[in-house]
């Protein structure tokens, strides 16, 4: 069973896994915010090359990439078609009723390369660290603890609850269940779903107190200590640079 995993490769060497995570999430953040406030599609597309160099200095497999981009492919696609549809402007092909305009495939294709260089930012800020590390990199930039402890156990228990609705589906399958467009299966998969939220809750309240039998006080406590050191300063300079060089293209041309 294949598990998103995006810290997969965090054990790799580059300067990108060997830099302070909280230097390293600020100045990410900070690209991020930049490429989101772009509105020229030139400038876009330099941003798009940028992440890519980004991607590839991180050495993270780009089959691994390309393995989860693919969803992001599918959505930023259809928006990309009802965009170059429905926007009005100036015609440039029509098919009956439907008609592309010029206006709608520049702010399609504006939109799906942000959409597109934004999710590859994601790895290299975050696939190039432990995720534990990554969350007490958060409480070191005071991020509020319940945001922080909620995208914890998200992300921890989400693997498990795929795993039990797999096993959930192949115990149904070995009692003879087809899934069919009929009412039978539509009532049999709610009761698969109720019962996957019953066994959620169950699992929450044994781990809440197992946790506090361990002296679970509200506090993610890791053996991770961080030390800023002048390169990840240098770092979060050169990153933040790109950010503002973005910005600035985009106010010049």
Do not use: C
């Amino acid at each position: 069973m294949h598990l998103p995993e995006i810290d997969k490769y965090s054990h790799l060497q580059s300067y990108l896994h060997s830099w302070d995570p909280r230097a390293k999430i600020t100045s990410f953040s900070f690209l991020i915010l930049s490429i989101v406030l772009l509105g020229k599609l030139p400038v876009a597309l330099v941003g798009f090359v940028l992440a890519s160099a980004l991607v590839l200095s991180s050495r993270i497999p780009l089959r691994f990439i390309f393995k989860h981009l693919r969803w992001v492919l599918l959505f930023v696609s259809v928006f990309f078609i009802l965009m170059s549809i429905f926007i009005p402007g100036q015609e440039l092909y029509r098919f009956h009723s439907l008609v592309i305009s010029q206006e709608g495939l520049q702010k399609g294709t504006l939109i799906a390369v942000k959409a597109l260089t934004i999710t590859l930012l994601i790895f290299p800020m975050i696939g190039t660290t432990p995720f534990p590390t990554t969350i007490k990199a958060l409480e070191g930039l005071r991020v509020p603890h319940v945001l922080v402890q909620i995208s914890a156990f998200t992300y921890r228990y989400i693997f498990l609850s795929i795993a039990e609705g797999k096993r959930m589906i192949i115990a149904l399958t070995s009692r003879g269940f087809e899934r069919k467009t009929d009412l039978h299966t539509l009532q049999t998969l709610g009761k698969l779903i109720g019962m996957m939220f019953v066994r959620s809750y169950e699992r929450t309240e044994r781990v809440y107190q197992a946790m506090v039998s361990r002296g679970y006080n509200g506090e993610m406590v890791t053996m991770n200590e961080f030390h800023l050191h002048g390169g990840d300063i240098g770092k979060a300079i050169f990153i933040s640079l790109l950010g503002v060089i973005l910005i600035s293209l985009e106010v010049v041309l």
